[in-house]
């Protein structure tokens, strides 16, 4: 069974950069991707960013790029999201989502119904 464990959320002041990690077990992904998502208090969960398994591609919300980035270590099932100078309005739970079926597209694997497996979520709190 697939678990996607996330860390690295926690309570910060305005500017500075927190990254988070989700970690992925139960199976080793060659295909697909991993992507990341939030939620704020009172609104729907929203895409930021995904990064395919097998060679890298990258994909962003238009609302953090350059702001936030996105990796990967295959080797450790690791998915990373850097998310620099941070703003209060950003506070929410972030949330990894995975799946193994390939897509073919810039646009791919930005929805949240494209994903089969989801951690729990990390909470990231941004003050003033």
């Known amino acids: 069974q697939v678990q996607l464990v996330e860390s690295g959320g926690g309570l910060v002041q305005a500017g500075v950069s927190l990254r988070l990690s989700c970690v992925a077990s139960?199976?080793?992904?060659?295909?697909?991707?991993m992507g990341w998502f939030r939620q704020a208090p009172g609104k729907e969960r929203q895409f930021i960013a995904r990064?395919?398994?097998?060679?890298?591609?990258?994909y962003y919300a238009n609302s953090v790029k350059g702001r936030f980035t996105i990796s990967k270590d295959n080797a450790k099932n690791t998915v990373y999201l850097l998310l620099n100078s941070l703003e209060p309005d950003y506070t929410a739970v972030y949330y990894c989502?995975?799946?193994?079926?390939?897509?073919?597209?810039?646009?791919?694997?930005?929805?949240?119904?494209?994903?089969?497996?989801w951690g729990q979520g990390t909470q990231v709190t941004v003050s003033s």
């Open positions: 139960g199976r080793t992904f060659s295909s697909g991707a």
């Open positions: 989502a995975a799946v193994s079926r390939t897509c073919v597209g810039l646009g791919c694997y930005s929805k949240e119904h494209e994903y089969d497996y």
């Open positions: 990064i395919s398994w097998n060679d890298g591609t990258t």
